[in-house]
């Protein structure tokens, strides 16, 4: 089981909000930065969010990020089908000297 | 354009070992710090480990690959290497190298991926 604990799975309907949470300690996600990451099945992993809230060029601004203690969320609005995809959370831990993975949350577009 | 293509992945016997390369251009290779994360069948990602730029004495390593997992980067030849020895079942997985943009953000910060190379091990 992962350290930074996310939801298994998550749905809206096309268009539709939905967030996702990532939830740590002290040591990582209270200590450190957090970025988000999008998985499709046979690709590889794409960048959305870092440094907690920022976008790499190219994000569109219906993905963001926030933390708040040892907590970190990802939003994602106008809610597109080929939004569909696992999402990872991401940080390291200053006790372990380890980067640190969510579980992953797969997101289901209706 | 930024590219990163690893190799090195196959089949292996329980205890055997496999060297995994990662050939990367497009940027300056020795301004980044690299990592190695890898995906087994049907479970999330892991990060396996990490090397700085230009302080190749700074690496981290998850406790799962620990003290059977090298972690290496020859900035000449902009080359990121993973040598992996005592090889389990559960280290079957696809590996991804990745690039940590610490000039532009505080790592973990991986804005580029590999495709990834899958690592069977089995008997």
């Known amino acids: 089981q992962s350290v930074l604990t996310q939801p298994p799975s998550v749905s809206a309907a096309p268009g539709q909000k939905v967030t996702i949470s990532c939830s740590g300690s002290s040591s990582n996600i209270g200590d450190n930065y957090v970025s988000w990451y999008q998985h499709l099945p046979g690709t590889a992993p794409k960048l959305l969010i870092y440094d907690n809230n920022k976008r790499p060029s190219g994000i569109p601004d219906r993905f963001s990020g926030s933390k708040s203690g040892t907590s970190a969320t990802l939003g994602i609005t106008g809610l597109q089908t080929g939004d569909e995809a696992d999402y990872y959370c991401g940080t390291w831990d200053s006790s372990l000297s380890a980067g640190l993975f969510g579980g992953g949350t797969k997101l289901t577009v209706l | 354009d930024v590219q990163l293509v690893e190799s090195g992945g196959g089949l292996v016997q329980p205890g055997g070992s496999l060297r995994l390369s990662c050939a990367a251009s497009?940027?300056?290779?020795?301004?980044?710090?690299m990592n190695w994360v890898r995906q087994a069948p049907g479970k999330g990602l892991e990060w396996v480990s990490y090397?700085?730029?230009?302080?190749?004495?700074?690496?981290y390593y998850a406790d799962s690959v620990k003290g059977r997992f090298t972690i290496s980067r020859d900035n000449a030849r902009n080359s990121l290497y993973l040598q992996m020895n005592s090889l389990r079942a559960e280290d079957t997985a696809i590996y991804y190298c990745a690039r940590d943009n610490i000039l532009t953000g505080y790592s973990p910060n991986f804005d580029y991926w590999g495709q990834g190379t899958l690592v069977t091990v089995s008997s």
């Open positions: 497009g940027f300056t290779f020795s301004r980044y710090s």
């Open positions: 090397i700085h730029g230009s302080s190749r004495s700074t690496i």
